[in-house]
């Protein structure tokens, strides 16, 4: 929530109207400066939408007299915080004007209570329209009007409300909208708009209206979330419209939000996070999905619980349909949906899920219809080729150690190592202690397990890298008893996962990591998940997904000098 912490400001309703501000902003963010300008775009409208989500809520709000914000320009004080709407001299960004960010915060301003924005054709749209009025004096009668109007400003419903007087306060009320949707072709995007007539009070919602029917999906095109099937199918030059399972992706590949990241992720580090997602809006490929060229809030059933796909080591010029914009400090370059060749095949990507409950999530329903629509026609052209083995590069499997049986045990939450997620972590040792103490992992199989080396993935929310390990060694042993040392070395201090390769084969039941040093003066030990690099047996495809668990970012200014064991939220 982008409120109330360092240098706040506070606001009462309609002081940025006394300001004169043309333009204002985006951050500066790419993986490529080809795509800075629409990076930084995108980002900026993302960050608007939010910040227009948390005011408006405030002015619905019984009983909430005013709000604070960390502040209205970037802040390059404490780390990178590029979380203002003017850049750091109070300069205009972009992509907002003072006029339009008066709609929503203002002396007066009109507010719907939308539940939601994303509708099928068939619904009743019903939506209660109300007034917050902070200006010198009551208004009286005050006649107030609404219209729906299309991506071309063209108004296709419209309607008044009773004209009344508008007392200083808020929670006045106007009136509802009431119509249904059926009347308006679909799919479209639309705004409603509600202003006072006569005044330069209005505001806007967007609203997103697709088919309430279920396509009939094309026969030519296969649709799936398993690599076997895709593979097989491509390569005897069909066409796939694959989506990976969160699981399948190696640990590069972040999952998404659906808010932005908070000043930056050095300052508060977590595995995923986005700063929205640039879109190519004019592709075949999203004809029958209406978007802009940012995300707008029909994308959030979409990314909610989504995996991209990181493509750093994939060729340059395959351009993502859909990507989204990681943090700058990380910089991945990541697909949401993409296209490739693949041999004789053609692949669409979408690293979304949109097979489950498609009867109440309308917006993941369309977007596959509209996929599945531009791959059956003759217009579905990849310009870039891949290799099965590119594909397949992008693949770990992260559930291996569920899968093999594996238990954990150490001195606290040992199992966290090994339940393939990252935003979950291992932690032992006494910060406060007069010296670092070694710690042991055992890791225990109930059957012997080929592997060949293994990838660690270091906690990933503290800011000054709490417990990562510098030197370690690495045993293997059959009974748990009798240990051989197969490895020894130094990992460095990284977010990143690391790849710990043996350089030959080895077969064991149990597995002893033991962290001999850490970094500077810290005497913890931390791991988010530890994994073998399996090389026995093709073990049976599982349709079994993982849902990763909230991580929050851990403040060395909170947490410093508190034991492992009391890092846990008081209860009020």
């Given at each position: ?53 948390e005011i408006e809520a405030n002015l619905r709000t019984p009983g909430m007299d005013g709000f ?505």
């Open positions: 929530m982008l409120v109330g912490l360092f240098l706040p400001i506070a606001i009462r309703p309609g002081i940025i109207a006394e300001r004169r501000w043309t333009v204002l902003v985006a951050m500066h963010h790419s993986s490529s400066l080809s795509r800075n300008k629409d990076f930084a775009y995108a980002s900026g409208r993302y960050q608007l939408a939010c910040y227009k989500e604070q914000l960390l502040d209205l320009h970037d802040y390059l004080g404490q780390g990178t915080a590029l979380v203002g709407l003017l850049d750091a001299f109070w300069e205009e960004k972009g992509y907002v004007t003072a006029k339009d960010f008066r709609r929503f915060n203002n002396t007066t301003v009109p507010l719907a209570r939308l539940t939601k924005l994303v509708f099928a054709s068939n619904a009743q749209l019903s939506v209660p329209v109300e007034v917050a009025h902070f200006g010198e004096r009551q208004l009286e009668n005050v006649a107030a009007s609404w219209r729906i109007v299309d991506a071309s400003e063209r108004v296709q419903m419209e309607g008044k409300f009773p004209a009344r007087a508008l007392p200083i306060g808020k929670n006045i009320p106007l009136g509802t909208i009431n119509t249904e949707l059926s009347k308006l072709p679909a799919p479209a995007r639309y705004k409603i708009v509600v202003g006072l007539d006569g005044t330069e009070f209005q505001n806007d919602w967007d609203l997103y209206v697709y088919p309430a029917t279920t396509p009939v999906e094309p026969k030519s095109v296969l649709v799936t979330s398993s690599w076997v099937a895709a593979r097989e199918r491509l390569a005897a030059g069909g066409k796939v419209l694959y989506t990976p399972r969160k699981a399948d992706l190696d640990w590069r590949s972040p999952p998404l939000d659906w808010v932005p990241v908070f000043w930056n992720r050095l300052m508060n580090p977590a595995w995923g996070r986005m700063l929205g997602m640039w879109i190519d809006d004019k592709h075949p490929a999203l004809k029958q999905f209406p978007t802009e060229n940012y995300n707008g809030w029909q994308w959030t059933e979409i990314v909610r619980g989504a995996r991209a796909v990181n493509l750093d080591n994939l060729p340059r010029e395959l351009q993502p349909i859909v990507q989204p914009i990681d943090d700058w400090n990380r910089n991945y370059k990541l697909g949401l949906v993409f296209e490739a060749n693949v041999g004789r095949g053609k692949l669409m990507v979408a690293a979304a899920d949109l097979a489950t409950d498609l009867d109440n999530r309308i917006a993941a329903r369309q977007l596959r219809r509209s996929l599945l629509s531009y791959m059956d026609s003759a217009e579905f052209d990849p310009k870039t080729a891949l290799t099965r083995g590119q594909i397949e590069s992008l693949f770990f499997d992260t559930r291996i150690m569920k899968r093999l049986g594996a238990t954990a045990s150490a001195p606290g939450d040992a199992a966290n190592v090994i339940d393939g997620d990252p935003n979950t972590f291992w932690i032992a040792g006494d910060p406060r202690a007069a010296s670092r103490q070694n710690q042991e992992l055992t890791i225990s199989f109930p059957n012997a397990v080929p592997f060949s080396g293994l990838v660690i993935m270091p906690r990933q929310n503290h800011r000054e890298h709490e417990g990562d390990i510098r030197e370690y060694t690495i045993q293997i042993s059959s009974d748990g008893t009798n240990w051989t040392e197969v490895k020894r070395g130094e990992l460095i201090s990284t977010f990143d996962p690391q790849t710990i390769a043996f350089g030959k084969n080895v077969v064991a039941k149990f597995i002893k990591i033991t962290s001999l040093s850490g970094f500077g003066s810290d005497k913890t030990t931390a791991l988010a998940d530890v994994a073998v690099i399996y090389t026995g047996p093709k073990l049976p495809d599982s349709d079994e997904e993982l849902e990763y668990k909230r991580s929050k970012a851990a403040s060395p200014d909170i947490d410093e000098g508190v034991a492992p064991e009391d890092r846990k939220p008081k209860k009020p």
